[in-house]
């Protein structure tokens, strides 16, 4: 198969089972959002939160490590792939005790001191059962990702995403909040099931074994790869959890957080693709890179850019003009939050346009310069948010996501172009899009409603038509 046959067909799978369940989970959140109010779906943002917070440590990073290592020795080293396999088990098994542990212990504390509710404490508890799924399902997909199967992995995704809503519905009209998190633990069960199954099939594919016995001969993936990985993955999740907490100390500030929350579902759905790019581009990058195949290299980052910007570029315009009237979806009381989606979706499209560079960044292998620029990305979120949040809310924490994402993309541009492995195109086409968000995201803020309406189409039509002048007119995607 050529090269890019190969990120076609697997972002195709990877697209369909993503798109199905970002669908069902989309839906779900506008349920819980009306069923439950804005209060109290922001209890139910800050327990995820929480629970996301301490599964990616439980996680260890282990998901995109055994991407990594699968894809770079499936064909040359069995024994070891073997060994590390056997480590990633055993590694993410120890950390996720450890981190349910946690939370069954000090649940109490959480809710007090940092949570500022007290009626939180059991649902934290019962929450360990979505970490435990959470994990394990990132888990294995990430490992499947490294045999490049795609297809088994879009539908585990589409299996859980299947069962997400009509379990929503039951569960939490029948027990509220707590009904909410059995219905996000129990929808993971299914896809978990099928992506085991599938695992084992490919292992003896492969003729591999997971291997247990000597596997700390390998730890020093841990070192190289796993924990500056997990740095790099998990940075922005305490420094955004840590800022949800502080809307809670606010009055009002659940509501506000249910606002937060809100946008936050939005975001999910733009990232989707890039999201799904970035899994099916990092193993292709990895043994690319590792071949020193350097034009190829580069072509897919440069190629792969281009098609986030085409489809995330017009999707944003759209939300900044309509934001009122898409914030309305979750109903009357989350109208008035329009703005905070505004600078959240812009601070999306940025970080989806630079989801392709944080890819070639963890294929080279440059995790601790990974790790100081996601540094810098939390020291201008986190002195915004202390600046502004007082006085503007859930707005504070979306300005910051906005011009943090737009310092760590320019930070990794530079990077990557000290080392020779982006063009000066990328950089234009980068620099053109980020233009765009920041003028069409800046116009939507300043226009009154009915104007914001009306301009809403046209300028939806005029980005589509920049996209096809400066992008689509070039060579897309094309076979190696």
């Known amino acids: 198969m050529k090269n890019f046959d190969r990120i076609k067909i697997g972002f195709s799978w990877s697209l369909i089972g993503s798109f199905i369940s970002k669908i069902m989970a989309f839906g779900s959140s506008i349920f819980f959002a009306r069923y439950m109010g ?22 260890a990073g ?13 064909n040359k080293d069995k024994m070891r792939i073997s060994r590390i396999l056997g480590l990633i088990i055993v590694s993410s098994s120890f950390f996720t005790i450890l981190f349910c542990g946690i939370i069954l212990v000090f649940a109490n504390t959480i809710s007090i001191q940092f949570l500022h509710n007290t009626s939180l404490s059991d649902i934290l508890k019962l929450s360990i059962f979505l970490l435990l799924s959470n994990v394990a399902f990132e888990i294995i997909s990430g490992i499947l990702a490294g045999f490049e199967d795609f297809k088994s992995v879009s539908t ?4 859980r995403g299947t069962l997400l809503l009509p379990l929503a519905i039951y569960f939490t009209s029948s ?18 099931s099928y992506l085991i199954y599938t695992l084992i099939i490919r292992l003896k594919e492969n003729q591999i074994e997971i291997i247990f016995k000597n596997c700390l001969k390998e730890f020093g993936v841990i070192i190289d790869f796993a924990i500056p990985n997990l740095i790099l993955s998990s940075l922005p999740i305490p420094v955004m959890w840590f800022s ?12 506000e957080l249910g606002i937060y929350n809100a946008t936050n579902q939005f975001r999910l759905m733009i990232m989707m693709v890039p999201v799904m790019l970035g899994r099916v581009l990092l193993p292709f990058l990895t ?27 017009p999707t944003s315009v759209l ?33 989806a346009i630079g989801s392709v560079i944080g890819s070639a960044i963890v294929a080279t292998g440059n995790m601790w310069a990974g790790v100081m620029q996601n540094c810098l990305w939390a020291f201008v979120y986190m002195t915004i948010v202390l600046l502004k949040y007082k006085s503007q809310g859930a707005e504070a924490l979306s300005d910051a996501f906005m011009c943090a994402h737009f310092v760590l993309l320019f930070s990794s541009i530079i990077f990557l172009k000290t080392k020779n492995l982006i063009t000066n195109i990328l950089f234009n086409n980068v620099a053109s899009a980020v233009l765009i968000i920041i003028i069409t995201s800046l116009m939507a803020q300043w226009m009154q409603p009915e104007l914001r309406m009306g ?11 920049i996209c096809y002048r400066f992008y689509f007119s070039k060579k897309f995607l094309v076979n190696e």
């Open 156 to 159: 585990g995704d589409m299996l």
């Open 62 to 74: 282990m998901g995109l490590t055994g991407t990594r290592y699968v894809a770079l020795l499936k």
């Open 455 to 465: 301009v809403a189409v046209p300028a939806f039509i005029i980005v589509i038509i």
């Open 319 to 351: 939300f900044f003009f309509l934001g009122d009237k898409i914030m309305a979806l979750f109903g009357k009381d989350f109208t008035a939050g329009w703005i905070v989606l505004v600078g959240m979706v812009a601070g999306t499209a940025i970080s």
């Open 175 to 192: 027990f509220g909040i707590i009904g909410a998190i059995i219905s996000l633990a129990a929808s993971n069960l299914l896809g978990i």
């Open 244 to 255: 949800t907490t502080l809307l809670t100390s606010l009055p009002n500030g659940y509501g």
């Open 38 to 59: 804005k209060v109290s779906y922001g209890e139910l943002g800050i327990v995820q939160g929480t629970t996301g917070l301490l599964g990616i440590f439980a996680g």
């Open 287 to 313: 043994e690319e890179y590792s071949k020193r195949n350097m034009m190829t290299f580069g072509y897919a980052i440069e190629e792969s850019n281009l098609a986030t910007i085409i489809l995330i570029l």
